[in-house]
């Protein structure tokens, strides 16, 4: 059963770059056809798909946040890392990292981002 675990700070200032690292445990991030994907969840508000790196290195972004992100990972550490530049309050929120083969069967626990000076 694989297992993540997010990291990072919990408050950013705007105009900054969130920072936030996924841990994974119980599988490799380069085990075939998994996909290693972020997702938020602003306030009152529903889950955002922000995008994903593949087994293979590959990476997909939501065209909404594209310019503003990054995903890369670490195979050493078995890790993988989401920036998300030029942050404003509106990037508040909970995210999770979640990995799957087809949808995301498996999720860490969330972590709270607050955007704010």
């Not at 972020?38 to 972004?61: A, F, V």
């Not at 550490?77 to 530049?85: A, C, E, M, P």
């Amino acid at each position: 059963q694989v297992q993540l675990q997010e990291s990072g700070p919990g408050l950013v200032k705007p105009s900054q770059t969130l920072s936030l690292t996924c841990t994974v445990s119980g599988g490799s991030i380069t085990a075939n056809n998994y996909y290693w994907s972020w997702i938020r969840q602003p306030p009152g508000k529903g889950l955002e798909w922000i995008g994903y790196i593949s087994y293979s290195g590959s990476t997909y972004y939501s065209p909404a946040l594209k310019s503003r992100t990054s995903i890369s990972r670490d195979t050493s550490k078995n890790q993988f890392t989401l920036q998300l530049s030029s942050v404003t309050p509106e990037d508040t929120a909970v995210y999770y990292c979640a990995s799957g083969r087809t949808g995301f069967g498996s999720w860490g626990q969330g972590t709270q981002v607050t955007v704010s000076s």
